[in-house]
């Protein structure tokens, strides 16, 4: 399964948006704080909202597909140089 069919995966979205509705909500009280509390908004304002929404979840989405990828692809064999890479070296 390919890390763009990873992005789709309902499983994964829903955790992103959920993600995204927290973190943004934190992060946009934090940095809009006048504006919404007192409901002014120019639009540069509400873009930069959406934008503070659209990055935790952008973030959230990525790690997950990328997550899903990589224990979806098969493990290299114990003692090869790529299981070296993934795990580190052997121990002593």
């Not at 120019?42 to 997950?64: C, D, E, G, N």
Request: net charge positive; with cysteine; glycine share 4%.
């Amino acid at each position: 399964m390919s890390f763009w069919r990873h992005c789709a995966n309902p499983h994964i979205l829903f955790t992103s948006v959920k993600t995204a509705l927290v973190v943004g909500s934190v992060l946009a009280l934090i940095n809009h704080f006048e504006a919404i509390l007192t409901r002014q908004f120019t639009p540069l304002q509400k873009m930069k909202i959406a934008i503070t929404y659209l990055v935790p979840f952008s973030v959230a989405t990525y790690a997950a597909a990328k997550h899903a990828a990589r224990l979806a692809r098969p493990f290299p064999p114990t003692g090869s140089a790529a299981h070296q890479v993934e795990t580190g070296p052997p121990a002593p």
